[in-house]
C-alpha cells in the first residue's frame, strides 16, 4: 500500500533490509526495515490509530538515528495522513508542518510541493479557506517556478475545489479550467476528463443544466475515445447524477445501469456499491419503491467495502424508504442501525435526522417518552450543527469578503491607472498641440505687416500675458494634478508589493517592476513638464546675478549625480555678471551641466565658462566631454520631448533642452551647440549684456523679423 504513496518505496526497501529494531515493545516488526514498518502503519491506521502511530515513531525514531531526512519527511507525512484519514485535523496539520521543515531542509522541492497539497487538503477540511487557498498559491508559485506542470494541474484542481466548497462557483470553474488546459498541454486526458467531471457538477450546483449535460457528454465522448473502462464507468456515474437532477430519469438510470456493469465485471465492489445506492435514489424518486427496496438490500451486501459515512445513509435511506411503503417495524430497525453507526463515527447529520424520524415514529405509536428521548437528542444535534453551519459560513463569508476585497483593490488601482494613463495622455496631447501651434503661429507670423503697427504691440502684449496666463494654468493644473494619482498608484503598488508580494510569482513581480519603473518615469516627466510650464509662463526678471553664485546650488541639486559619476565641475574664478533671473539662470546651468554629466562615458569634466563677447552681449558656454551629438541635429535637441537615440538608454525626459531654449528666448538670447562624436559637447548661450523688459524684446524682435509672439 505504501509504495503506491511513496513512490521511491522500492528503492528505499532494497537500501533499508539491514535495518534492525531496539524497541522492545514492538517485537513484531523488530526484524523489518523503516519502509516496511511504515507500511505494516499504513494498512493498520484505520483500524488501530494508537499503533499505527506508535510504528511510525519507531520508523522515525530509527531515522533519526540514520539522520536521513527523507525518512523522517515520509514518517512525519504518514502521521499527518494518519490523522487525516481519522478527522484529526489539528494534529494532521501539526505533523504535515513538520514534515515541511523536513522537506525545505533537503531543499527537495517535489516533497515541499506534495505537503503543501497536503496541508491546502487539510485546511479545508478545517474550513480554514484563506490558509487552503495559501497554500494551494504556493504550490501553485513553486510548480510554475520549476516547470512542474502536474502540481500546477494538482493546484488548480485544488483552488477550484476550493471555490466549489465555500460556493463560489464562477471561481471554481475559472480554476477547474486552468486545471485542465494544464492537463491538457500535458497530454494527461485522464485529468482532463475528471476536471471536465467536476466542472460538469459544479454547473449542476448552479442550475445551469444545459451546460453540466453538455460538460459531462464531452467527458464521456472524451472517456470512450480515451480512457479505460474504470474511467468510463465514473464518468456514466456523474453523468446518471446530473440527468436525474435534470429529472431525466430513464436516461440517468440508463447511463447507471451501464456503469453498474462495467463495475460489476472489473469486481469493482465499493463503486458498484455507490452505484447500486444511486439507482435506488432514482427509483425512489420515480416512486418504483419495491426496485428501490431490491437495490438497496443489494447494496447492503457490499457493506465492507462502503465507507461509515455512506453506509449509515444507506440504513437512513433505506428506513425512509420502508416509511414511505408505512413499513413501519423496518423502518424503525433501519433508522436504529443507521443511529448507531452515526453515533460511532460521530457523523452529526445523521444522528439529527435519523433521530427526528424516529421521534415522529414513537410519537405516532403513542410512545411518548422515547419520542421524547428522540426528540431532544434531534434538536441538541440540530443546534450543534446550527452553530458549526454558522462558524462554517462565517468563515466562508469571511474567505470570499478578504478574496473579493483584495481583488477590488486590483481593480480599483487598474481603474486608476487607466484613468490617469487617460487623463495624462490627453494632458501631454494638449499641451503638445499648444506647444506646436504656439511654435507654427509663431513662425507663420507675416511680420512685415506686424512692424507698422507698433501700436498693436501694447495690446498684444496683454493678450500675451492671458494666453500665458491660460498655457500656464492649464500645463501646471494637467501636470500637478496628475502627480497626485500617480503618487497614489506608487502607493499602491508598494502596498501590494509589501502586502501580498509574497505570493506572487517572479512573472508577477516582474510586471510590477515595469509599473514601478513607469511611475518613476511619469513622476520624471510631470515634474520636468511642471518646470516647463511653469518657466513658460514666467517673465524675464532683471537681478544682477553672478555666474558663480548659481553653482553652488545646482552642486547641492545635482549631488548624487556628480558623486555617482565622480564629475568634476570647473570654472574660472572671476565669471561676470549677467541680468538676468536668479532662477532661470539656475534651471538654464542644471540642465546644461546634467546633461553633460549624464550623456557621458567616462569621467565627465564639465567646464564652465563666461565672457563678455562685446558691449552688448556676453557668452556662457558649458562643455564635457561626454558622447558628442551628431551635429545634424541641428535644432532639433531642443524640441520638446526630443531624445537622441543613444540617449534612451539613460534617464531623462527630452524636456531640459526645451527649458533653456525657453529661458534664452526670453531674454532674446541665442542658445547653440557645437560638439564631435565621442568627443565632447559645448553648448553657448548668448545673452544681452543689458537689462530689457519683455516689450523691449518684442518690439526688437518684431523689428528683426525673429519674433517670439504668443498665441492669441
Ligand atoms: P533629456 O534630459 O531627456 O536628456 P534634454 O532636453 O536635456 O532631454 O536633451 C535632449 C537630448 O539631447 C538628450 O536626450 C540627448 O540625446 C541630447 N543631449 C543633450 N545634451 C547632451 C550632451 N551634453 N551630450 C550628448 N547628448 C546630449
Request: glycine share 4%; proline share 1%.
Amino acid at each position: 500500500m505504501i509504495s503506491c504513496l511513496l513512490a521511491s518505496g522500492q528503492v528505499l526497501a532494497s537500501q533499508l533490509s539491514s535495518d534492525s529494531l531496539k524497541q522492545s515493545d514492538y517485537p513484531e516488526v523488530a526484524d523489518k526495515t523503516i519502509v516496511e514498518i511504515l507500511d505494516i502503519s499504513y494498512d493498520l491506521h484505520r483500524e488501530d490509530l494508537a499503533k499505527a502511530l506508535a510504528y511510525v515513531d519507531i520508523a522515525l525514531e530509527r531515522s533519526h538515528e540514520k539522520e536521513n531526512l527523507l525518512y523522517i519527511f515520509y514518517g512525519l507525512r504518514y502521521k499527518g495522513l494518519y490523522y487525516e484519514n481519522n478527522n484529526q485535523l489539528e494534529s494532521a496539520l501539526d505533523e504535515y508542518i513538520r514534515a515541511l521543515e523536513a522537506a525545505k531542509k533537503q531543499d527537495n522541492n517535489e516533497l515541499i510541493l506534495t505537503i503543501y497539497t497536503d496541508l491546502a487538503i487539510t485546511h479545508r477540511k478545517v474550513g480554514n479557506y484563506q490558509k487552503t487557498k495559501d497554500y494551494n498559491l504556493k504550490a501553485l508559485e513553486l510548480a510554475k517556478q520549476i516547470d512542474h506542470k502536474q502540481a500546477m494541474e494538482i493546484s488548480y484542481h485544488g483552488l477550484g475545489f476550493l471555490y466549489e466548497t465555500i460556493g463560489d462557483y464562477d471561481k471554481a470553474i475559472e480554476m477547474y479550467l486552468q486545471s485542465m488546459e494544464v492537463a491538457d498541454a500535458l497530454g494527461n486526458t485522464e485529468g482532463v476528463i475528471t476536471t471536465m467531471q467536476n466542472i460538469g457538477i459544479t454547473y449542476t450546483k448552479v442550475n445551469n443544466q444545459n451546460l453540466a449535460l453538455e460538460t459531462i457528454d464531452k467527458a464521456y465522448q472524451l472517456a470512450l475515445e480515451h480512457a479505460d473502462s474504470m474511467r468510463i464507468a465514473n464518468v456514466l456515474l456523474d453523468y446518471g447524477n446530473i440527468l436525474a437532477n435534470n429529472k431525466e430519469y430513464d436516461k440517468a438510470l440508463k447511463k447507471l445501469d451501464q456503469s453498474l456493469t462495467i463495475f460489476k465485471k472489473s469486481h469493482e465492489k465499493s463503486s458498484i456499491a455507490r452505484t447500486l445506492v444511486q439507482l435506488a435514489d432514482i427509483h425512489t424518486e420515480k416512486g418504483a419503491y419495491e426496485y428501490a427496496q431490491n437495490l438497496f438490500l443489494q447494496s447492503l451486501t457490499y457493506s465492507s467495502y462502503i465507507n461509515s459515512g455512506d453506509y449509515a445513509d444507506l440504513y437512513y435511506k433505506l428506513g425512509q424508504l420502508y416509511l414511505k411503503k408505512k413499513q413501519i417495524n423496518q423502518a424503525e430497525q433501519a433508522l436504529q442501525k443507521s443511529v448507531k453507526i452515526a453515533e460511532e463515527h460521530n457523523l452529526k447529520d445523521l444522528i439529527q435526522e435519523n433521530n427526528y424520524s424516529l421521534y415522529k415514529i414513537y410519537a405516532e405509536q403513542g410512545l411518548y417518552e422515547k419520542a421524547l428521548k428522540h426528540l431532544m437528542t434531534s434538536s441538541e444535534t440540530k443546534n450543534y450543527l446550527l452553530n458549526e453551519d454558522k462558524t462554517k459560513r462565517i468563515a466562508e463569508m469571511q474567505f470570499r469578503f478578504d478574496s473579493e476585497k483584495s481583488e477590488k483593490e486590483i481593480q480599483l488601482l487598474k481603474l486608476r491607472q487607466n484613468r490617469f494613463l487617460l487623463f495624462g495622455i490627453s494632458g501631454l496631447f494638449i499641451v503638445l498641440v499648444f506647444f506646436f501651434g504656439y511654435t507654427i503661429r509663431i513662425k507663420g507670423k507675416n511680420n512685415d505687416q506686424l512692424a507698422n503697427k507698433n501700436e498693436e504691440i501694447q495690446a498684444q502684449n496683454i493678450k500675451l500675458k492671458e494666453s500665458n496666463e491660460v498655457l500656464k494654468q492649464f500645463a501646471y493644473v494637467a501636470a500637478h494634478d496628475l502627480k497626485e494619482p500617480l503618487r497614489n498608484i506608487g502607493s499602491f503598488i508598494n502596498l501590494i508589493q509589501i502586502k501580498y508580494g509574497q505570493q506572487f510569482n517572479e512573472e508577477a513581480n516582474e510586471y510590477m517592476g515595469f509599473v514601478k519603473n513607469g511611475v518613476k518615469r511619469l513622476n520624471g516627466l510631470l515634474t520636468d513638464l511642471l518646470e516647463y510650464s511653469q518657466i513658460s509662463s514666467q517673465a524675464p526678471e532683471n537681478d544682477k546675478v553672478v555666474v558663480g553664485d548659481v553653482l553652488p546650488s545646482i552642486r547641492r541639486s545635482l549631488r548624487e549625480l556628480i558623486h555617482s559619476t565622480d564629475a568634476i565641475i570647473d570654472c574660472p574664478e572671476q565669471l561676470p555678471t549677467l541680468c538676468i533671473s536668479r532662477t532661470h539662470l539656475t534651471q538654464l546651468l542644471q540642465n546644461l551641466i546634467s546633461n553633460g554629466i549624464k550623456f557621458c562615458d567616462r569621467q565627465p569634466i564639465i567646464n564652465l565658462d563666461c565672457y563678455r563677447e562685446n558691449e552688448q552681449f556676453t557668452l556662457l558656454s558649458v562643455s564635457d566631454n561626454g558622447i558628442g551629438i551628431d551635429p545634424s541635429y541641428g535644432e532639433k535637441i531642443f524640441n520638446l520631448f526630443h531624445r537622441l537615440d543613444r540617449a534612451t538608454e539613460r534617464e531623462g525626459t527630452g524636456i531640459g533642452l526645451t527649458i533653456c531654449k525657453n529661458i534664452v528666448d526670453k531674454y532674446n538670447g541665442e542658445i547653440w551647440f557645437e560638439s564631435k562624436e565621442g568627443e565632447g559637447s559645448t553648448f553657448f548661450v548668448r545673452l544681452p549684456a543689458q537689462a530689457r523688459t519683455l516689450s523691449d524684446a518684442i518690439v526688437e524682435n518684431n523689428q528683426q523679423n525673429n519674433l517670439l509672439l504668443p498665441v492669441n
